[in-house]
Antibody, heavy 120, light 106 residues
Framework: QVQLQESGPGLVKPSETLSLTCTVS??????????WSWIRQPPGKGLEWIGYIYNTGSTNYNPSLKSRVTISLDTSKNHFSLQLNSVTAADTAVYYCARNRGGPGDFDSWGQGTLVTVSS | SYELTQPLSVSVALGQTARITCGGN??????VHWYQQKPGQAPVLVIYRDSNRPSGIPERFSGSNSGNTATLTISRAQAGDESDYYCQVWDSSTVVFGGGTKLTVL
């Protein structure tokens, strides 16, 4: 069974870049028709989809974040990564990585989530 | 952009049936997925493609989707069902989540 694990700094300063990595085990990021995704959840609020990357390297992002987001794939390390530029306090959230079973599919596997706080 | 509307909260008596709705324009033409999230935990898929249950999800959970409303139904509600529930669809190659519904079991 595939497992996902987020890693990265828990504290980022305003205007800097948030960088997270999701390591996939029990499966390959290049196999199947999966969309490897990032989703976030501000404290006490709902889920917000950030974007995904397909095994070909093609990406798609939430229009509201598109100008600041980059998602990349490292097949040699079997992980994918998130970069969010120019962060503000509004970007403070629990960040989840998840596997989507292909549009219009569901998220069948999730990481445990990691809290990222934006503060000086 | 496409929007999904969920009630902020739903209450159900122990052992009774809870229904959580997810509204969207012609949502019946889309595949709707539902997630359960307990405090401090990642969401868990409970219904996919409108009405399918992943393995390990009790038969008490069911789903339907027609017209402008999709519905998650939880029969014989238990205290352990008290959670936040989110619906999700795809629209124009992007993912959309509903705002979430807090289910309280009385």
């Amino acid at each position: 069974q595939v497992q996902l694990q987020e890693s990265g700094p828990g504290l980022v300063k305003p205007s800097e870049t948030l960088s997270l990595t999701c390591t996939v085990s029990g499966g390959s990021v290049t196999s199947g028709s999966y969309y490897w995704s990032w989703i976030r959840q501000p404290p006490g609020k709902g889920l917000e989809w950030i974007g995904y990357i397909y095994n070909t390297g093609s990406t798609n992002y939430n229009p509201s974040l598109k100008s600041r987001v980059t998602i990349s794939l490292d097949t040699s390390k079997n992980h994918f990564s998130l970069q969010l530029n120019s962060v503000t306090a509004a970007d403070t959230a629990v960040y989840y990585c998840a596997r989507n079973r292909g549009g219009p599919g569901d998220f069948d596997s999730w990481g445990q989530g990691t809290l990222v706080t934006v503060s000086s | 952009s496409y929007e999904l509307t969920q009630p902020l909260s739903v209450s159900v008596a122990l052992g009774q049936t809870a229904r959580i709705t997810c509204g969207g324009n012609n949502i019946g033409s889309k595949n709707v997925h539902w997630y359960q999230q307990k405090p401090g935990q990642a969401p868990v898929l409970v219904i996919y493609r409108d009405s399918n249950r992943p393995s390990g999800i009790p038969e008490r959970f069911s789903g339907s989707n027609s017209g402008n409303t999709a519905t998650l139904t939880i029969s014989r509600a238990q205290a352990g069902d008290e959670s936040d529930y989110y619906c999700q669809v795809w629209d124009s190659s992007t993912v959309v989540f509903g705002g979430g519904t807090k289910l309280t079991v009385l």
